[in-house]
């Protein structure tokens, strides 16, 4: 149903091949196509939606099988493309696919194998985002090692400098209680 949508929102004219007369009533309400009430697998059905003048079909039952079939038949009766719907990884296999390739089949999508890359892509993002998360905890770290030592250098710049300050005092202590010595006066300095 929501492919039909999408396909006829791009402006093609669209054919739906359901054995669910129910369904396609439902969809024949919603949507501006055309339905034929049949099996897509029989030539007579096929010929009648017209395949031989389609640029594209596209066969999505749940059942692959159905698909295959209908998308083997489909080219055969001269439809341009052919895309199917597959449940199981065997199908997806290079081998097979190369098989599909020479019955006629123009590509495959199995929405089991869409869903399991969504997820698994999802999960690499958030290992990929975890990962990050480290990397950047490590740096905040680095950081505040960084920081620290920063802290303890400018400590260390300031007791050198206050010490350099008490030795020349020291040094002008001593200078000025010589001096007096030689005077004999005694002088008494608080800091």
Do not use: C
Not at 68 to 83: C, E, H, S, Y
Not at 94 to 105: A, M
Not at 152 to 161: A, Y
């Amino acid at each position: 149903m929501h492919l039909a949508e999408a396909l006829e929102h791009g402006d093609h004219n669209i054919t739906i091949v359901d054995p669910h007369e129910e369904l396609l009533k439902m969809i024949e309400s919603q949507a501006d196509l055309m339905t034929i009430i049949g099996d897509s697998t029989s030539i007579k059905v096929l010929q009648q939606a017209n395949v031989k003048k389609a640029d594209l079909v596209i066969a999505v039952l749940h059942d692959e099988h159905i698909n295959l079939l209908t998308g083997i038949l489909a080219k055969k009766l001269g439809a341009k493309k052919v895309i199917v719907r597959v449940n199981t990884m065997e199908n997806l296999s290079k081998e097979n696919w190369r098989i599909y390739q020479d019955l006629g089949i123009d590509g495959i999508v199995s929405p089991e194998d869409i869903a399991a890359q969504e997820i698994i892509n999802l999960l690499k993002k958030n290992e990929e985002v975890e990962e990050q998360k480290r990397q950047l905890e490590g740096k905040m770290n680095e950081i505040k090692n960084l920081q620290e030592k920063v802290e303890k250098q400018q400590q260390l710049n300031l007791l050198l400098q206050l010490f350099k300050k008490v030795i020349t005092l020291e040094k002008k202590f001593k200078l000025i209680i010589e001096h007096h010595k030689k005077e004999e006066f005694v002088y008494v300095l608080e800091l």
